[in-house]
C-alpha cells in the first residue's frame, strides 16, 4: 500500500505544466490519447452524468484547429495585434495533439453545473497524471478564445455547457521543471 500512495505521490509531485513552445514535435500515438481519456473517464461524478468531453485534434488538425483560433479571436477582438494573431496561431507547432475539454450540462438539472464543472476538472487531472506518467508533456491554457462564446459556437455547445481548457500533448526535452507553491500547506487546511 505504501508503495502505491509513493508512486502515485511521485506522479502527482512531478507533474508540471510545459508549455507547447517547449514540446519537441514527437508524435504521441493516437492510442495512448485514448488510454488517457479512459483514466480521465473514472474521475467521481454526482449522479453518474459522466459530463467530460474531449474534442480531439491531431495530425495535421491540430494546425488547423490553431489557425481557426487565432482567427475566431480576431474576428472577436478585431483589435488583436498581429503577433498575437501569430502567437495563436503557431502555438501547437510543436505540439502532438490538442484537445479541448468540455463540461455537457446533461439533462439531470438536479446536479448543479458546478458540480459538473468539478467532475469534468477532476476528469483533466486524471488524464494530465495519466500524462506524467507516461513522460508526456502537457499544457492546459484557457488563454485566446478558449473560454469564449466564439469557441462553444465553434463546437456547436448548447448554451449551458462549457469549455474548461485547451489541453496541448506532446513531449520534451526541457528539463523538468522544480514545482512551486506560494501558499504554505499549512495555510490551506484547518482541522476543526
Ligand atoms: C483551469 C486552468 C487554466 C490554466 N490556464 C493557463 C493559461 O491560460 N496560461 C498559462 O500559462 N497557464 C495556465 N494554466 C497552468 C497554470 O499556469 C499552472 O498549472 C500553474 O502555474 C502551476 O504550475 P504546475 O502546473 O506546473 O504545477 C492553467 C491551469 C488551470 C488549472
Known amino acids: ?12 509531485s512531478n507533474r508540471r505544466t510545459i508549455k507547447p513552445q517547449q514540446m519537441n514535435g ?6 495512448v490519447i485514448e488510454q ?3 483514466l480521465a473517464d473514472w474521475a467521481p461524478t454526482h449522479g453518474r452524468t459522466e459530463p467530460w468531453r474531449f474534442y480531439i485534434f491531431g495530425g495535421a488538425k491540430v494546425a488547423v484547429f490553431c489557425k481557426d483560433h487565432a482567427d475566431m479571436k480576431r474576428k472577436a477582438q478585431p483589435e488583436l495585434t498581429e503577433d498575437a494573431w ?3 496561431s503557431d502555438m501547437g507547432t510543436l505540439a502532438s495533439h490538442v484537445l479541448l475539454v468540455v463540461m ?6 438536479k446536479i448543479p453545473a458546478l458540480e459538473e464543472l468539478a467532475a469534468t476538472a477532476a476528469a483533466v487531472q486524471n488524464l494530465l497524471l495519466g500524462a506524467e ?21 465553434y463546437l456547436h455547445l ?17 528539463p523538468a521543471k ?9 495555510e490551506k487546511m484547518k482541522w476543526m
Open 1 to 12: 500500500m505504501q508503495e502505491n500512495f509513493s508512486t502515485l505521490a511521485r506522479i502527482v
Open 26 to 31: 514527437r508524435k504521441i500515438d493516437d492510442a
Open 36 to 38: 488517457l481519456i479512459a
Open 86 to 88: 501569430q502567437k495563436l
Open 104 to 109: 455537457r450540462r446533461g439533462d439531470l438539472p
Open 133 to 153: 506518467s507516461l513522460g508526456i508533456a502537457a499544457y492546459w491554457g484557457t488563454g485566446g478564445s478558449v473560454l469564449q462564446p466564439e469557441m462553444k459556437e
Open 158 to 174: 448548447g448554451p449551458e455547457d462549457q469549455v474548461l481548457g485547451a489541453l496541448y500533448l506532446g513531449y520534451s526535452d526541457a
Open 178 to 186: 522544480e514545482g512551486v507553491r506560494n501558499t504554505p500547506l499549512a
